[in-house]
């Protein structure tokens, strides 16, 4: 552990999680371990490595889920057509706070715009929360309404 606090060491894992993703990205042939493995790690705490590399690998894991919501919930964009570090962002966040619930969901959508916000365009930040906020709905909704239909003992009362 360092002197720096645990939000700290975090941000930095999803600032080098945001790059490694986004590598991925762009070289689909590369896999994450490899990807892990070629990061100069010289300087990083190994709770900060550690935390980013597992991300990496859930995003890895994930990444066709991922790329499933998106085109189920945003229509009028291919996935491919979105700028990368959106892109890897989004997996980034989506991966943390609904998948594989590392962290609160407002916290994984919090940290992906600020991390969008540096890496991205001008316009990154508001569409990466745009994105992610219309896919958080939905989901939270149809988990909503699959609670509506079941019972008071939690079976299904279809």
Known sequence: ???????????RAREIALQLIYELDLRPALSASDAIEMFPWDGEAKDVAEYAASLVR????????????????IVGWRTE????????SIRLA?????????????????????????????????????VLGRIVR???????????AKGKDGSSAL
């Open 58 to 73: 859930a995003a890895a894991r994930h990444t066709d889920d991922i790329d499933s919501l998106l085109r189920e919930y």
């Open 94 to 130: 989506l991966c943390e706070g609904l998948i594989e619930r590392k962290v609160p969901l407002a916290v994984a959508i919090s940290e992906a715009v600020e991390l969008t916000k540096m890496f991205g365009t001008m316009e990154s930040g508001s569409f990466v929360n745009g």
């Open 138 to 148: 939905s989901v939270e909704n149809a988990e909503g309404d699959s609670e509506n």
């Open 81 to 88: 057509r979105m700028v990368a570090v959106d892109r890897a």
């Open 1 to 11: 552990m360092g002197k720096d606090s645990l939000p700290q060491r975090r941000r």
